[in-house]
């Protein structure tokens, strides 16, 4: 089984490492949008992305014509928000299989997750997301990694399972496709909640109360999708929101913490978060349903607030029963 992973960012990269370092017989494509890099990448044997990581000699960096058309099961490793238009561009060339969407969001113009979009743009595709808690460069290093993984279909969620798992890499399988990307997307913009909190000073108490508020703000709106209680609960969900919203290896907290701080995030640096703030908060406007944290985090990345004016605002909303 050939493997095919498209954006070769820090996390497909790492991806790529680990499955390719699981089975030396095993071909792993990985396809990079940056012709320098590909060719970097090809010289050196290492990505620029992850540093010090060698590239087993079983990941082929290739172009997408090559790592498509002979990729068993494809995943795709870019941008929520670049995810349906590479979907459409490529759609011809990508069906028949599965595709395992790895980004972590809500696409803004549509309000529709990663599967809905793979499943509006390549209707013969098979659609199935690995999401988790996880870093690249923990995943890269064979640290012990555990990640879900969502399929509608049972029996290619299996194979899925038994293909994608390695020594270092569990994962759990799971049908709940809704609740599995609703809990990596929104689990960003807490992050960012979180991070802006510590930034500006407010202290672990604060953080801990918005990182459980964050928590119900997230299985309020999944629920309301038809997701289900336990996968919330789960990876890909708590476990996903946990590890975001308290390390700095996280790229959302990193962005909270330089708006807390009054500073410049860094430039140049994917923060999905500050979408999927902007597209939850329009969901649950058509939902019918609250998710103040949420809709703070929106104006706070729009530059609508502060994060001291965002903190008395979200303080002094009416008391309730929890």
């Keep these: 089984m050939t493997i095919c992973v498209v954006g070769a960012g820090a996390f497909g990269t790492a991806l790529a490492v680990t499955i390719a370092r699981a089975d030396p017989q095993r071909a792993v494509q990985l396809w990079v949008r940056d012709i320098t890099a590909e060719t970097t990448m090809n010289w050196t044997g290492e990505s620029p992305r992850l540093p010090g990581v060698k590239l087993p000699k079983n990941v082929h960096v290739t172009s997408l014509k090559e790592a498509l058309d002979q990729a068993s099961v494809i995943l795709l490793a870019v941008p929520a928000q670049a995810l349906r238009p590479f979907l459409i561009k490529h759609a011809a060339r990508l069906g028949g299989r599965p595709l395992v969407a790895c980004a972590k969001g809500i696409d803004l113009e549509t309000l529709d997750g990663p599967s809905a979009t793979i499943a509006a743009t390549v209707p013969d595709a098979i659609p199935a997301v690995l999401t988790g808690p996880s870093f690249a460069a923990d995943i890269a290093r064979g640290l012990p990694t555990a990640l879900t ?5 049972e ?17 759990y399988r799971t049908t709940d496709l809704r609740g599995a990307e609703l809990g990596g997307a929104l689990k960003n913009v807490m992050a960012i909640a979180c991070g802006a909190t ?6 672990d108490s604060a953080r801990a109360a918005l990182l459980t508020r964050g928590y119900a703000e ?5 629920l309301a999708l038809g997701a289900r209680p336990e996968t919330l609960a789960g990876l890909s969900g708590l476990g996903d929101l946990v590890l975001t919203c308290t390390s700095a290896q996280s790229r959302n907290y990193r962005f909270g913490l330089a708006l807390g701080e009054s500073r410049a995030p860094d ?6 978060g500050v979408a ?3 597209a939850a908060s329009a969901l649950a406007a058509r939902l019918g349903i609250e998710m103040p944290i949420t809709a703070t985090v929106a104006q706070l990345t729009r530059g609508e607030t502060t994060p001291a004016a965002a903190m008395q605002d979200l303080l002094a909303r009416p008391l309730k029963e929890e």
Excluded: H, W
């Design 218 to 222: 997230m299985s309020r709106m999944a």
């Design 155 to 171: 029996a290619v969620g299996e194979m899925l399972q038994a293909a994608l798992s390695t020594p270092t890499l569990r994962l």
């Design 198 to 203: 510590i930034g500006a000073g407010f202290g």
């Design 149 to 153: 993984l969502a399929c509608a279909d």
């Design 276 to 278: 999927t703030a902007s």
């Design 267 to 272: 430039a140049g640096m994917t923060v999905e």
